[in-house]
């Protein structure tokens, strides 16, 4: 087990399992693994935890995981996945099979799988002559390509079989998979959730099919999935994961660029996630292959092989979705292709997913038809929800001006010399009316946070030299009654719900309240005078209660935060705060990463003495709170006038007419 699966146990952050090896002597050693990724024993770690009275949890699929992570090294562990994804499918498709010969054949000493060359196909069960557990599970997966030949071992199939009993085999090779995704997140590659679900939602029920499949992802909602995968035990747990849905699936492992194993196959709809920056992609080798019917890809641009790869593959007038680096629809090397791409009709939208990339590219395969002379420019951001509206709206009638942020461009204003295609540089401009609305309500806000802003820094006396005054710490505070620190629970019952939540965003902005969670006896409510504090050192005082929250009072408080009750007829919050604030976070840090004070020291003073220094405190966090809010409102009402300059909705005072 790593560091990753020891802090999901005891259900701590990684920093706080890195600083129980400093500071533990006691601590399990490493059993393998790197330096940087080490590995520990299950049974050494679950005794030290035992030990030092911290408490954890291992699940029956956590128990399985650690027994395959130790039965093979990582290099072989997707094999593995792959063969206990098998005996899942055994159990789904003949679970009297299982329950007739295969638990029996577990209580003797027989092989699970025959031996290379060997004939196991009938092995003694109780005295008498029966299929032994291999030839059952080889008959109810003989649908599978290349089934793996792997000696399981009986102990490990014992625990499969229980975790397939309490989640299902579907849910219990999820589980699995997830675990193998995550183990191996440096080098697998898979599409976000949200993408794949709106990458499936437009290719529609019919043959989908996905080039680069890797584990799967795109196409496990597919109504006819197809696929090619590089990885053998890749390819293998994308079949499992689609017969165990009850999907028939044709999977096939090899180099879809150099190796195509499904060619002459066209399908309704081809989605694909392809590996980027991959120089090594076959170049030389495929100089003339007539795939390239778009023009012969740059050696740096492997991408947009992946493109004309993809609508070889789907039927004419069929979509292709297909993500993309964002430097793609910009790089020097790649115009022509762009460029004839656009003549052809056959890419017809872009759309920004996220700042950064990638981006998503709709392209439709030639049918004959007129090319069009519009293509659609899609800035999504982080909003999925409006993509396909967009889409459809445009396939509908492409020369309709598309609503929000999207809009369609003409193909011959893009056939310049750049052949630019990134969403962002073809950004629509905002209509007029709205336009004036909103600048002239930027400006009056900004107008009038300027004026709010202090003309001169609270009253501060210099002195000539350091004052020295007498200190204590927050952790003496604490012994004496006059400080109480309370943390948030580490989860919470929902994301939304009528207790108004104070996230550590919340906290950071000097905002109110924006999360919500249903009443719980565990939450933390805050109150007026209240010191909150971030894992990254941000400290505020609550200053409002939320009578309306449901609760006695306040709003609970969200994961990350730390929260400092103060005796207020003895310490004054704002002066506390301000010393916690200015406090050497390097030495005050605890193992969950949360600011602790209890080592920074604070003033002895009269309370009336604190006063004193808590309102110049809270002065200072007030005029900070004004220069961002007035910062962010000019940084608003610069871009809107560069935008309007530029659109023609602003021009220079003193013009005439």
């Known amino acids: 087990m790593n560091a990753g699966d020891i802090a999901r146990f005891a259900d701590v952050g990684r920093a706080a399992v890195s600083n129980w090896r400093r500071r533990h002597d006691d601590f399990p050693q490493p059993v393998g693994g790197t330096a940087s990724s080490p590995l520990f024993s299950l049974s050494e770690v679950t005794a030290w935890l035992r030990g030092n009275g911290k408490s954890f949890e291992v699940s029956l699929g956590d128990l399985v995981w650690q027994r395959m992570r130790t039965a093979v090294d990582d290099l072989r562990l997707g094999e593995l996945v792959g063969q206990v994804g098998v005996f899942l499918l055994f159990l789904h498709r003949d679970p009297e099979g299982w329950r007739e010969h295969g638990s029996r054949a577990l209580s003797g000493d027989l092989r699970i799988w025959p031996s290379p060359g060997g004939d196991d196909s009938r092995s003694p069960l109780d005295g008498r002559d029966a299929p032994s557990l291999a030839a059952l599970v080889a008959a109810a997966t003989a649908d599978l390509p290349d089934a793996p030949r792997l000696r399981l071992d009986p102990t490990l199939l014992r625990l499969v079989v229980r975790l397939a009993r309490e989640h299902g085999p579907l849910g219990a090779f999820e589980f699995l998979c997830a675990r193998y995704v995550e183990a191996h997140s440096r080098q697998l590659s898979v599409t976000r959730d949200d993408v794949a679900a709106l990458m499936t939602r437009l290719a529609g029920d019919g043959t989908v099919l996905d080039p680069a499949c890797g584990v799967g992802t795109l196409l496990l909602g597919a109504g006819t999935p197809l696929g090619q995968e590089l990885s053998e035990p890749n390819a293998l747990l994308t079949a499992v994961r689609l017969l165990l849905r009850g999907t028939s699936a044709r999977i096939v492992a090899g180099d879809s660029l150099r190796e195509d194993g ?9 989605l694909c996630d392809p590996p980027f920056n991959e120089r090594a992609w076959g170049y030389d080798e495929l100089t003339g292959d007539p795939r390239w019917e778009y023009g012969l890809p740059p050696r740096s641009e492997p991408e947009l092989a992946w493109v004309q790869h993809c609508l070889a593959h789907v039927r004419p007038g069929g979509l292709v979705a297909i993500l993309m680096p964002s430097a793609a629809a910009s790089r020097r090397p790649g115009k022509r292709i762009r460029g004839n791409l656009l003549r052809a009709g056959a890419l017809r939208a872009v759309v920004s997913l ?10 439709r395969r030639p049918a004959g038809e007129r090319p069009p002379s519009q293509v659609l420019m899609v800035d999504a951001g982080e909003d999925l929800s409006i993509v396909e509206p967009a889409w459809h709206a445009f396939i ?3 020369e309709a001006e598309p609503a929000g942020d999207s809009r369609t461009v003409r193909i011959i204003d893009l056939l310049d010399d750049e052949v630019d295609l990134a969403p962002g540089r073809h950004r629509p401009p905002q209509g007029g009316m709205d336009f004036a609305r909103d600048f002239t309500a930027v400006l009056d806000r900004f107008r009038e946070a300027s004026a709010a802003l202090p003309q001169v820094p609270p009253a501060l006396e210099t002195l000539t030299e350091r004052q020295e005054l007498p200190t204590t710490t927050v952790g003496e505070l604490v012994k004496a009654g006059l400080v109480t620190i309370l943390a948030a629970p580490s989860k919470m019952a929902a994301d939304s719900g009528p207790i108004p939540v ?3 965003d919340d906290v950071a902005a000097g905002l109110p309240p924006s999360g919500g969670t249903v ?18 050192g941000t400290v505020r005082v ?3 209660s939320f009578p309306d929250s449901g609760a006695d009072s306040g709003a609970a408080l969200g994961p990350q935060l730390t929260l400092y009750r103060v005796d207020r007829d003895r310490l004054d919050p704002y002066f506390l705060a301000g010393f916690l604030r200015s406090a050497d976070s390097s030495r005050v840090h605890s193992s969950s990463s949360r600011l602790d004070v209890r080592r920074a020291r604070v003033p002895v003073l009269p309370v009336t003495e604190q006063r004193r220094y808590g309102a110049a405190f809270r002065e200072l966090t007030a005029m900070e709170d004004r220069l961002r809010e007035t910062a962010a409102l000019g940084e608003t009402l610069i871009r809107l006038g560069f935008d309007g300059l530029v659109d023609g909705h602003l021009r220079p005072c003193g013009q005439g007419g």
């Open 519 to 536: 009443l719980d006896p565990a939450l933390v409510m805050t109150r007026p005078g209240d010191i909150v504090t971030t894992a990254l």
């Open 354 to 363: 996220a700042p950064g990339g990638p981006d998503l590219w709709l392209l």
């Open 262 to 270: 499904l060619a002459g196959v066209l399908a309704d709809a081809v």
């Open 502 to 504: 104070l996230t550590a």
């Open 396 to 398: 509908a009638d492409p």
């Open 542 to 544: 609550i200053t409002e």
